[in-house]
């Protein structure tokens, strides 16, 4: 791993470079700017050598992990079951989380507007009282009343009154003179005219009244004017500054914190109001309880987004705030867990009137909202507790079917498994060489009867060995009965001046019962055998290699081809089983008469061939008359009877070919035979060719005829080739090698 892998090698390196510079360190002191360029390439070779290593490790772990059937399928469950039913959990969790923080959130706007709408409405009974009013003292005494009523429930609370700042927020109105905008009581300044064009906004004029400030005010300075933004319609909403910093400071987080509170301004009925009533709740300790009991939800610090322009109004000294509640927010009944969120704001920034984005923070609890939303009663029962316990019965029975199916799923998967191991371990047993070796079969399921059917298997995987044994033993035996057989037939080739001989022999299994044979008679002749025993197989084999001795002894004492097969029938009828027969040709060639003496036993045909002078060959299908040996009927007289005996010259190129029934009725897929007439055509046409390039060319025909069909019979054939012979020169024997 070191060594020879890619994350060895890295790893070393980093080891050796963070080694060294830590020597560095300890040595030279500060480290160079050389030392830590060593050390960071360190790291990152460090790195690197840990992502090879994960490369490396997670195949191997998951191949470790997911071998084991039983394993995958747990997590195939898991994937499948579990992890889908948590994400299902997760996200109805997750929704209904975002849907009360939401709920709560608008509570809070919801809050909020309540109150402003109470400031508003003070304001504006304020301005209409104090316009009603008898005198200063009694202005004073409204204001003071007002603040002091409004405080028992806002503590913190203030009240101003403020002169317009001679501008007219009633434009359009009804003309009025100086006196309209005064206060009762209260000295008046010099005012100009006053129209509702941008000129006359524009113009410089006095105060009509003396701002007065009623309560604590500790929140932020008390206005003392009235900004031309606002309309006679008065303003309510949330009004929010930033927090005062010290002078020579600078404001750089945004979102900033910020000092917010709900103003509603009021104003007088009056075509050119001269003042105004600005009603100041500071949001402090005292709104945070309010809107605690109104929405059940916990305020926190308030933030404001920074323009430009707030920005340079900030390098402003602005004396500290100190709450005007003193007292700490009670802790939430029972110690409730509450989750954090924001709520937006639409707050005013008041100098200039441009909306502020805002946000407040709030603490949720999710029990509280839910009780608020869920409060109203359904007869003697509460519709909100009554859902909750529906919904948690729900919940436990989801996590009962979920635990029944885990449970379910980790039983099912270990039967499975168990009966899998079983198979893996009997054919590990069976890989070793044990076929004794049985599954217990527990369960009558499908894996059950595969355990069973694995111990049938087995079984017979026992028994095909045995006979695979057998079959081999007796392959082995047929082998060498095919060896032997393959001795009985003429070994080498036959070298006869004036005569080309060749022969084939093809059984159709290991051994057959074809026969074919050549005997030297002396005065140059020659004796010509073939034969062909009924049946296949061994049986059909030692018939043959009795036949053999048969016929060497019947040859030398026989002088005809008749009175050998009369002799032979006579012997085969006696020992030959009833169901079987032999079929055979025997012929005499006398080289130097130049004839050739033959009689059939009921065989297939013999071909001969002759050259005409210069014309085309002739190929003549001799048949003699002759019965099949071997047939136990009337003494053997109707055999000597039909059997006949033929002598026909022999000249020079005429090719005599000997075959079994073997080539004849050779068959292809469709079961045709492949014929006689085929068969003398081929030796017609081809006759002139060598006897060694005349058989080779007979068997191809035949292989493409057959066209891979299984062969279904022996094979033998003998070809002859007649040329000029010299008499007394005959020198017949057999050379090494096959024919």
Known sequence: MLLHTVGGRFFIIGALLKGLCAIARVAFGPEPGVVGL????????????????????????????????????ILSYVFIGVIPALLIVAFFVVSGLVLFLNVASFLVTNGFNNVRNEAVYLARVTALEIQRGPGPDGAMAILAQRESALASMYPGASIALVPTGGTNPCVGGPAAGPQANQVPGMVAATAGPLSGSGEARQAPRRAAVAPVAVGPWEHIEAPTTLPRWVSCAGFGGIVVEPAPIPAGSSQSTNPAPAVAMVRGVGLPDAARPGYAVIVDIPKNDGLDEHLRDETSVKMGAVSMLLTEGLRARLIRPRRAIEGVITRKSAVAPGGKRRISWVAILQGTEWEAGQPVQTTANIEVNIADIYDRLSSAPVGPYNIGALLLG????????????EAAALVMGLALARSITGSVHELFAGTERVREGDFSHRIEVKTRDQLGELADSFNQMTASIEDLLRQAEEKKRLEEELRIARSIQMSLLPQGQIAIPGLSVTALCVPAREVGGDYYDFFPLGDDRLGVLIADVSGKGTSAALYMAELKGLMLSLSQTCPSPRQLLLTANQIISNNLDSRSFITMTYAVIDLAARTMVHARAGHTPLLCRRQCGTGEPSVEILTPDGLVLGLRIDGGELFERLLTEVTMPLHSGDVLMFFTDGISEAMNAESDLFGEARLAELVGEHGHLPVEELRERILREIDA???????HDDMTMILLKFEDFIPGAIKMGFHDGRA
Do not use: M, N
Request: glycine share 4%; proline share 4%; aromatic share 6%.
């Open 705 to 711: 005829f057959v066209a891979g069909a299984p062969q």
């Open 390 to 401: 529906i919904l948690l019965l729900v919940a436990v029975l989801f996590l009962l079917i």
């Open 38 to 73: 060593a050390d960071t390439l360190g790291s990152v070779a460090l790195i690197v050598s840990a992502v090879c290593l994960v490369a490396r490790l997670v195949p191997r772990a998951r191949r470790r992990l997911l071998w084991r059937v039983r394993q995958r399928l």
